[in-house]
């Protein structure tokens, strides 16, 4: 059975909206269904020894299972620590702050588990939170401000025309075969003035003294070459140092600002912070090797092929020193045009 892609979790009942005050016409859209506990397997299929979403359209290749999410959030507690302890970038505070005529509203996209939705919710309580993605995972009690829904992000969202004040998006490229269009879908619910917020790896290992990767790492250069062409033969072809183009050729937004956040893996010298990160960066990295495993064995290749891949990326991201990877960070707003 295909399950809802316009659903509400968690039922009604279980970390509802608390207060008139919460509940509005976009908490009510009758496009939204509300997902009892009984159909949540419907939205899984197990392969490989992992979960993974059962969403036939989407060519999202990670798992969905509890492995996955721990994973996803010492990512996300690992960016948090980069950034001295915030779990956003760009003028978040000037564009959520209080406003006595309207509630303001934030679309999280690919939420995942829900974890900045949950961390962000209690910080700005006169916010609404949205978090959206293909598969109920995120907490069934879920701060009073806060609302998650599953929905296919590559499909028209359903909020009207100039309803969220920002949109907040993470680890999508893997999921969205035209990220073009995502943008002018972003561009259409976000108001002027309105915030977009993106980050997003680059797919690649790299060394830190600019020499070649594929001669000092052979293993990780070839499983990360190998990657980009499985990912290609499933329509993805998008890359994170794209976005601020797609921005820019939309035509709806201004005060594009890009960077890339270089990440050393392993030890640093002199700097134990540094290092710290650097392995908890080394053993993420190595955990979406592992994650990777199944889209390798969906696309026809041998068992003993995806093994012998995945040991020589292992190798090379444990014993070469100076690999580095690079995380893409954009935020712009949405202009008054168009």
Same mark, same amino acid.
């Given at each position: 059975?295909?399950?809802?892609?316009?659903?509400?979790?968690?039922?009604?009942?279980?970390?509802?909206?608390?207060?008139?005050?919460?509940?509005?016409?976009?908490?009510?859209?009758?496009?939204?269904?509300?997902?009892?506990?009984?159909?949540?397997?419907?939205?899984?299929?197990?392969?490989?020894?992992?979960?993974?979403?059962?969403?036939?359209?989407?060519?999202?290749?990670?798992?969905?299972? #509890?492995?996955?999410?721990?994973?996803?959030?010492?990512?996300?507690?690992?960016?948090?620590?980069?950034?001295?302890?915030?779990?956003?970038?760009?003028?978040?505070?000037?564009?959520?702050?209080?406003?006595?005529?309207?509630?303001?509203?934030?679309?999280?996209?690919?939420?995942?588990?829900?974890?900045?939705?949950?961390?962000?919710?209690?910080?700005?309580?006169?916010?609404?939170?949205?978090?959206?993605?293909?598969?109920?995972?995120?907490?069934?009690?879920?701060?009073?401000?806060?609302?998650?829904?599953?929905?296919?992000?590559?499909?028209?969202?359903?909020?009207?025309?100039?309803?969220?004040?920002?949109?907040?998006?993470?680890?999508?490229?893997?999921?969205?075969?035209?990220?073009?269009?995502?943008?002018?879908?972003?561009?259409?619910?976000?108001?002027?003035? #309105?915030?977009?917020?993106?980050?997003?790896?680059?797919?690649?290992?790299?060394?830190?003294?600019?020499?070649?990767?594929?001669?000092?790492?052979? #293993?990780?250069?070839?499983?990360?070459?190998?990657?980009?062409?499985?990912?290609?033969?499933?329509?993805?072809?998008?890359?994170?140092?794209?976005?601020?183009?797609?921005?820019?050729?939309?035509?709806?937004?201004?005060?594009?600002?890009?960077?890339?956040?270089?990440?050393?893996?392993?030890?640093?010298?002199?700097?134990?912070?540094?290092?710290?990160?650097?392995?908890?960066?080394?053993?993420?990295?190595?955990?979406?090797?592992?994650?990777?495993?199944?889209?390798?064995?969906?696309?026809?290749?041998?068992?003993?092929?995806?093994?012998?891949?995945?040991?020589?990326?292992?190798?090379?991201?444990?014993?070469?020193?100076?690999?580095?990877?690079?995380?893409?960070?954009?935020?712009?707003?949405?202009?008054?045009?168009?």
């Amino acid at each position: 059975m295909m399950p809802d892609v316009n659903a509400l979790w968690p039922p009604n009942g279980a970390g509802s909206d608390g207060g008139d005050d919460d509940t509005d016409e976009y908490d009510s859209d009758s496009s939204v269904t509300t997902i009892n506990s009984d159909r949540i397997g419907d939205y899984f299929t197990v392969r490989h020894g992992r979960r993974f979403h059962s969403h036939g359209n989407s060519p999202y290749p990670l798992p969905s299972d #509890g492995i996955e999410m721990e994973r996803l959030r010492g990512e996300h507690d690992g960016f948090s620590l980069l950034m001295n302890g915030s779990i956003f970038f760009g003028p978040v505070n000037q564009v959520l702050a209080n406003d006595q005529e309207r509630r303001k509203r934030v679309l999280d996209l690919c939420t995942g588990q829900g974890v900045w939705v949950v961390q962000m919710a209690p910080r700005y309580p006169h916010v609404k939170f949205y978090g959206v993605d293909i598969v109920p995972l995120a907490t069934r009690y879920p701060p009073l401000n806060a609302q998650f829904e599953v929905h296919d992000v590559t499909e028209p969202l359903r909020w009207p025309d100039r309803s969220i004040d920002m949109v907040h998006v993470r680890n999508a490229l893997l999921g969205i075969r035209d990220y073009p269009r995502l943008v002018r879908e972003v561009a259409r619910v976000l108001r002027p003035g #309105g915030l977009f917020l993106s980050r997003e790896w680059a797919l690649g290992i790299y060394m830190a003294d600019g020499s070649s990767v594929a001669y000092a790492a052979p #293993g990780a250069h070839a499983f990360y070459q190998c990657i980009s062409g499985v990912l290609q033969q499933r329509g993805i072809f998008s890359r994170g140092h794209e976005i601020p183009g797609y921005l820019h050729h939309s035509g709806r937004f201004t005060q594009i600002n890009a960077r890339a956040q270089q990440i050393m893996l392993g030890d640093v010298d002199d700097d134990q912070s540094l290092t710290d990160l650097g392995i908890q960066f080394r053993n993420l990295t190595l955990q979406w090797g592992n994650a990777m495993r199944g889209m390798l064995l969906d696309s026809g290749r041998t068992a003993a092929n995806v093994d012998a891949l995945l040991g020589a990326f292992s190798h090379d991201v444990q014993n070469v020193q100076g690999l580095k990877v690079v995380s893409y960070i954009v935020h712009a707003r949405r202009n008054n045009f168009v």
